[in-house]
Structure formats: structure tokens, C-alpha cells
């Protein structure tokens, strides 16, 4: 058998062969589903009985998946060699484990007496946890059977003073691997509720501190095992990590759509398994430390809300609430006391508001609006008494729209959260802002529904409109608050956009979106909006840079709504005007170049900071007396800032004509020009104050502005300001040609010149 076998420097069978062998070899068959893990755990047993003989004293007894008959197609073997101190027992493991390599599996072995194995598991959790799993094999079954036992007591002796430091070990777990529930590529097993956390509800469970593994989480631990087959037949080895190109292969494996579906089914899963964890983390805890006592030994019940006591640590409904039939704002009001009291709802509570709490009427009372006001302007609360809602089944009787947006993947990689929970994420972000606009109750609502109509057909802005509004009709809301739910929705990246897209000094920028915003009120419920989308959308969505241009853009908006009045373009700055030429200025995130008067100077001055690495984010080139002017913002591309000293040198011989400064960055540019989807060029009429707008959604690369100026400038354009917004890979570049609107042929020949730089 090991002539098939070609070994690593470790001696191991290497990845590829323990692929192709571990089925011709051990005869381990494939397959996903509970059914199949079980007749792979009957293979490897049958394996591994043929390698130990029949022994008093000696007994090989299986952990971790193999233990639990839970093997996925290519698990590791996890063995444990218990012995009652027999001679020899170094040689008998050694006849046991080189096999197991030979035949190319991954093997996580130990050879201990029961004193040892006992002693270690005191020391270690990890190895407590490990030996509740224990199955014997092949060998002594008193032997296994006294191990099992006592390993078994002990846990649930010491369970709960092993716990805390347990769960430090698994917080430090999830902030290293992340939330399965949010990430477009999650590890199914280490991730924050993956298979690892129901290894830990099991482990709770068997120390009888709670009902860790109810029907859903049982359900919700067999589809993430069933994922895991599926991944490891997809990919041929083992692998834990559902990556994007496999995403498609997994889900068709499993009878689902496409990657989407079998990314809503795992988030599901995985919030399932998480939620279960801080129930019975939080068992443990009130176990553990107990809580305060009324005269009769029992937990005190202290009175919190209307109809809301807490109990031990939890949040229950008063008995006169249970008693009386219950008003269809009950389940509302609940949550409300949970998000503003961060104390957790009981589960049997969530439970019987499920069974018992009466649907809302249309159009809601105004007890239960206020309640779901109250909810969302909670702030760090609103997020877990929601989510604990959610998994009851709660949040569908007050949004029935919320069944189509759960656990909906957001493929955009500045996202780090499922639609759903970026909805909530933002309303508890804009609850920090509820100060600064007029109506803070629709900032909230706004910012649950901003999204609503992502996964429809088409502009998810514009789509969202109808079913924000019918939301906030259904809530009870007045037609013009209904309207304006709706304007916040169908212009929630109006600030955003324009702040880096367009030209803020130019009135018809100022003016379009005063007209579009209508009244200062909205301006200050849009702002506050798009702060708290960004914060909620990850910091990859928002800079200070970004939002020093949205206050920019919200204060000139403000002053030409209070007075009618445009506000003036800024005047050059009155360095660049005087002293010798060239003049150049660096100062912060800004460069500044004052040159003698000549085409392509934008083009020469953006090579030359891409050259020491430095994105323009905004352009502005102008000519004055007889000089061109061009003044840049910048940040750096990879977070150093560049020397001054070549930077300024570079551009000193750059504007004076020295091409070879540009040249050394063209074989860097070319080579940095990445695929993708095809570069788009759309045009913009009457967006501009003298000018036309180009506007360029490509691929972001190191000089793509000098390349494109350069050609615009070559195809005898003159380009005014440039504009460069980056939303993850891409880039969306606004340059603003001077002049009036070109004719068919002057607008194919500037596109052609554009794409053919990109």
C-alpha cells in the first residue's frame, strides 16, 4: 500500500495524493448528507479496527468529527491511544498511526493513560471539550468506558468556572475569522456561528446548564454540515473556507439556485447558532454569579415598562399581560424595553409573543409606532433585541418585506454586512445624529428603509420609493411624512455622489441639488442619512476626506435654500499668482503648480503624483494671466505619504518640460491596467456652468488620470476640473471639458480617445 503513496519532506502523504487515495485506498465513500457522514464514519471505523489488535488495556478511541460520526468527505482523523500502562505501547501506536499516514489522512493523534488524558483535560478546555465527543473504536471497552465517564462528570462538575475563559478563547476566535452570517467568503467552521460554536452549544448542553441544541439549531448544524460535504466534493480536498468561485458549484451540489441562495441559507444558519450561543453563554453566566433574591429565596422581578418585568437577568411579560389578551403592539413594546434596557428578552417570552401576540392592524396604532421609534433611536441596543426578534419570527409581523430582504448578500466588498442587518446597522448609526435634524423619528425610519429596494429589478433607489413609502403608509404616517420617507430614499446618495463626482464650486452643481432636496429640513435629514449609511457600510465606504466634501457640499446647498442665492466659485489661490514660475505648493492633502500657460499641465502634474504614489481625488486647472494653475487633493495610494523633497523635484522638471519624469511612470501604468467588466464612458448635458461633462466608470489603476487627460488633452480637449470617486476596484472619474455640447462626431472621437487610454 505505500508504494502508491508519494510523501512530503514531513513523510506524509502529500495534498494531492491523500485526494486521490483516501477513497481507493481506505475505501471512505463520498456523498453529503447525515447518511453519508455516517457510512464515512463506518469506513474509517473499519479502517482503523484493522490496524489495532484485539488488546486488553489498549482502546483507540475516536474525537472530534469521526467521534461524533459527523466526517466530512475529507475530515482529519482525530484519535486518541488510551492505555492502562501496558508495555510496549509507543510500538503499538506506532503500528496504528503510520498507516493512517500511508493511506494519505491528516491525523491529530495522542497515546495516554486515563490519568493522563484526565489530567490534561483539567488544564486544557479544548481537550475537556474534545474527550465529550469520545467513541471507542477498537479495544478495551471498560477501559474507553472509564475515560468517557469520567471525563463526562468532570465537565459537568466544573463546566461553569471553565466557561468565562472559554469564552475569551472564542471571542478572540470570531474577531479573528468574523461573522459567518456577514462574509461574502466565511470559514464554515471557525467563523463566528459555524460548526465550531454548536461543537461549544453541545458541550453546554452536556453540562445540563441549559437546552443549547433546540430543533433549530440541530436543523441549522446539519445544513452547515451538508455545506462542508458539499465544499469538500466541489473543491477534492479539505477545506473549510466557502470562497467565492466555489460558491455556485456548493450551491448546485445542494439543489439550490446559485451562490446567493446558499449564502442566505448559510447566514440564516449561522445567525441561528450564534443567537443560540448567547443564550446559553448567558445561562451559564446567571449560574454562574446568580442574581438578586426576594424574601423567598426566588429571582426578584422588577417592573422595567408597560407590561415588561425583568427576571434573572431577562426581560418577561407581566402576568397581567399573559393573563389579558394581548394588544397587537405587545411584541413591539417588548423590544423596545430590551434595545433601551440592553437587558435580553427570555426566550420563552419571544416564544409565546410568536404564538400568542395578535397582528397589527393597517394602519398602525400610534402606541406601536412609538414603540418602533423608541426601538430604533435605542442606539447599541437596537441591534441584539432586533436580531433576537428576528430568529422568533417577530420582525415578519411587523415588516412583512423583511422575509425578502434577510440575510440577502451584498456583493459589493465595502460591505460588511447582509442587507437586513445594514438596515438596522444604520438606524442605530443615525440614532447618534437624531439631535441634529428636525424630525429624528424619520431619520430612523429613513434609515431602515434606505435600502429597501435592493433585490429588485433595477435602480435600487428608485425602486425602493413605492415600497418605503407603502411602509410608512402601513406604520400610520401622514401623506407628507409618507412623501418625504420617500424623497429620503430615492436621494440617499445624492450627497455622497455629487460630493465626489462633481464640481462644487460650479452654481449648477449648488443649484441642482437645492431643487432636488427642496428645503433645508431634508438637507439636514440626507446628511445625517448618508453619515450614517457609511458608518454602518464599513470604513472602507467613507474617508475624512469624503466627509469634509459632503459638509462642503451641505453648506453651500444650505446657504443657496436660505437665500436663494448661489454661492460664488472660490478665487485661485493668491500664491500661484505671483513669485517666479514654476510655483509649486504642498501643503497637506493639497498640491498646488502654477506653470507658464500651456495644454496638458493636468495631465503632466497627475503622472507625476502617480509616479510617487498619490491619488488625486479632485483636480481643479485653470488659466490666469497668462499662467495654468492646476490644484489637486491627494491622499496616499498605500497609506505612506511620498518624500517632499523628489516629489517637488519631480514636478519642478515635469512642468518645465522634462518628459522624462512622465515616461518612467508609463511602464508602471501599463502595467497595472487590470480586466474586469468593460470601461463605460457617459455624457452629461447642462451638469456644468461652460462646460460638458465626461464621465468615466473603469477599472481603478495607478495613473489612470494622467493617461486620460493626456488623451483628452491630445484629442484637443480642454479639461477644466476632474473628479475621481473609487467604490471599491472601480472608479467613477468626472472631467469637466470646456466648452459647449460636442457634436456626434467631436463626442465618438473624445470616447474613443478615453478607452483607448484605459
Known amino acids: 500500500m505505500t508504494s502508491l503513496i508519494r510523501k512530503n519532506a514531513s513523510g506524509h502523504a502529500a495534498d494531492g495524493d491523500a485526494n486521490l487515495l483516501i477513497n481507493e485506498v481506505v475505501g471512505v465513500p463520498g456523498g453529503i448528507g447525515e447518511s453519508a457522514r455516517q457510512r464515512r464514519a463506518a469506513a474509517y471505523d473499519s479502517f482503523l479496527r484493522g490496524l489495532l489488535p484485539a488488546r486488553d488495556g489498549v482502546a483507540l478511541l475516536a474525537v472530534g468529527g469521526l467521534g461524533r460520526r459527523q466526517c466530512a468527505p475529507y475530515s482529519d482523523l482525530d484519535l486518541v491511544l488510551v492505555h492502562a500502562g501496558v508495555p510496549g505501547t509507543d510500538e503499538l501506536a506506532a503500528s496504528v498511526w503510520y498507516p493512517i499516514w500511508d493511506a494519505g489522512l491528516r491525523l491529530d493523534h495522542s497515546v495516554r493513560t486515563v490519568a493522563e488524558a484526565l489530567s490534561v483535560a483539567q488544564d486544557d478546555v479544548k481537550v475537556a471539550l474534545g474527550l465529550l465527543d469520545a467513541r471507542l473504536v477498537v479495544g478495551d471497552q471498560a477501559l474507553a468506558d472509564a475515560l468517557i465517564s469520567t471525563a463526562a462528570d468532570h465537565w459537568r462538575r466544573?463546566?461553569?468556572?471553565?466557561?468565562?475563559?472559554l469564552r475569551e478563547v472564542?471571542?478572540?476566535?470570531?474577531?479573528?475569522?468574523?461573522?459567518?452570517?456577514?462574509?461574502?467568503?466565511?470559514?464554515l467552521k471557525e467563523a463566528a456561528g459555524g460548526l465550531r460554536d454548536v461543537g461549544l452549544l453541545r458541550a453546554i448542553s452536556a453540562a445540563g446548564i441549559t437546552d443549547a441544541l433546540r430543533p433549530a439549531v440541530r436543523a441549522a448544524h446539519l445544513r452547515l454540515l451538508d455545506t462542508r460535504d458539499a465544499l469538500h466534493q466541489q473543491v477534492g480536498r479539505r477545506v473549510d473556507r466557502l470562497v467565492a468561485q466555489e460558491g455556485d458549484g456548493v450551491a448546485a451540489l445542494l439543489g439550490l439556485e446559485d451562490r446567493d441562495a446558499l449564502l442566505r441559507r448559510v447566514a440564516g444558519d449561522a445567525r441561528t447558532v450564534s443567537h443560540a450561543l448567547d443564550d446559553a453563554f448567558r445561562a451559564a453566566d446567571r449560574l454562574r454569579s446568580g442574581r438578586s433574591r426576594g424574601g423567598n429565596g426566588r429571582p426578584a422581578r422588577r417592573p422595567v415598562a408597560r407590561d415588561v418585568v425583568e427576571h434573572d437577568g431577562e426581560l418577561v411579560l407581566a402576568r397581567t399581560a399573559i393573563g389579558a389578551r394581548p394588544d397587537p403592539s405587545l411584541s413591539l413594546r417588548v423590544a423596545a424595553a430590551s434595545a433601551t434596557t440592553r437587558i435580553p428578552i427570555a426566550r420563552a417570552t419571544c416564544e409565546w409573543l410568536a404564538a400568542y401576540c395578535p397582528p397589527l392592524p393597517a394602519p398602525w396604532p400610534a402606541e406601536a409606532r412609538a414603540a418602533l421609534v423608541t426601538l430604533l433611536g435605542a442606539g447599541a441596543g437596537l441591534v441584539p433585541a432586533w436580531e433576537t426578534c428576528d430568529r422568533y419570527g417577530l420582525v415578519d409581523g411587523w415588516l412583512p418585506e423583511w422575509t425578502r430582504l434577510r440575510s440577502l448578500p451584498q456583493h459589493n466588498p465595502v460591505h460588511r454586512f447582509t442587507l437586513d442587518r445594514h438596515l438596522v446597522q444604520t438606524a442605530h448609526e443615525a440614532s447618534r445624529h437624531a439631535r441634529e435634524v428636525e424630525r429624528p423619528d424619520l431619520l430612523l425610519l429613513g434609515a431602515l428603509l434606505h435600502d429597501i429596494g435592493k433585490g429588485l429589478p433595477g435602480d435600487h433607489s428608485t425602486v425602493g420609493v413605492p415600497v418605503a413609502q407603502a411602509v410608512a403608509t402601513r406604520v400610520g404616517l401622514p401623506a407628507?411624512?409618507?412623501?418625504?420617507?420617500?424623497r429620503l430614499v430615492r436621494l440617499h446618495l445624492l450627497l455622497p455622489d455629487v460630493a465626489?463626482?462633481?464640481?462644487?464650486?460650479?452654481?449648477?452643481t449648488i443649484a441642482s441639488v437645492a431643487e432636488a432636496v427642496g428645503d433645508t429640513g431634508t438637507l439636514d435629514l440626507l446628511h445625517a442619512l448618508v453619515r450614517a449609511d457609511a458608518a454602518a457600510t464599513g470604513p472602507a465606504a467613507w474617508s475624512d476626506w469624503k466627509g469634509r466634501l459632503v459638509a462642503e457640499l451641505v453648506a453651500r446647498v444650505r446657504t443657496a435654500l436660505d437665500t436663494g442665492v448661489l454661492p460664488e466659485p472660490p478665487a485661485p489661490d493668491p500664491e500661484l499668482l505671483a513669485g517666479p514660475l514654476p510655483v509649486i505648493h504642498l501643503t497637506g492633502d493639497r498640491v498646488s503648480v502654477a506653470a507658464a500657460d500651456r495644454r496638458g499641465l493636468l495631465a503632466t502634474v497627475a503622472g507625476c503624483l502617480a509616479l510617487h504614489r498619490l491619488e488625486v481625488i479632485s483636480a481643479d486647472a485653470s488659466a490666469v494671466d497668462g499662467r495654468a494653475l492646476v490644484e489637486c487633493r491627494v491622499q496616499p495610494r498605500y497609506g505612506l505619504p511620498p518624500d517632499p523633497v523628489p516629489l517637488r523635484a519631480d514636478l519642478r522638471r515635469a512642468v518645465a518640460g522634462d518628459v522624462s519624469v512622465t515616461q518612467r511612470l508609463r511602464g508602471r501604468a501599463l502595467a497595472s491596467r487590470g480586466g474586469g467588466a468593460a470601461p463605460r464612458v457617459v455624457w452629461h448635458r447642462e451638469a456644468a456652468t461652460g462646460a460638458v461633462l465626461l464621465e468615466l466608470r473603469a477599472a481603478d489603476a495607478a495613473g489612470l488620470l494622467y493617461r486620460v487627460a493626456g488623451a483628452l488633452d491630445e484629442a484637443g480637449a480642454l479639461v477644466r476640473a476632474a473628479r475621481i470617486s473609487t467604490l471599491g476596484a472601480d472608479v467613477v472619474d468626472a472631467f469637466y471639458l470646456v466648452g459647449g455640447w460636442p457634436d456626434d462626431a467631436t463626442r465618438a472621437r473624445l470616447e474613443a480617445a478615453v478607452l483607448a487610454a484605459v
Do not use: K, N, Y
Open 170 to 187: 472564542t471571542t478572540s476566535r470570531w474577531q479573528t475569522h468574523g461573522e459567518l452570517a456577514f462574509l461574502l467568503e466565511g470559514d
Open 158 to 165: 466544573t463546566a461553569v468556572r471553565h466557561l468565562p475563559g
Open 500 to 508: 465626489t463626482r462633481r464640481d462644487l464650486a460650479d452654481p449648477v
Open 480 to 486: 407628507p411624512e409618507v412623501e418625504l420617507i420617500g
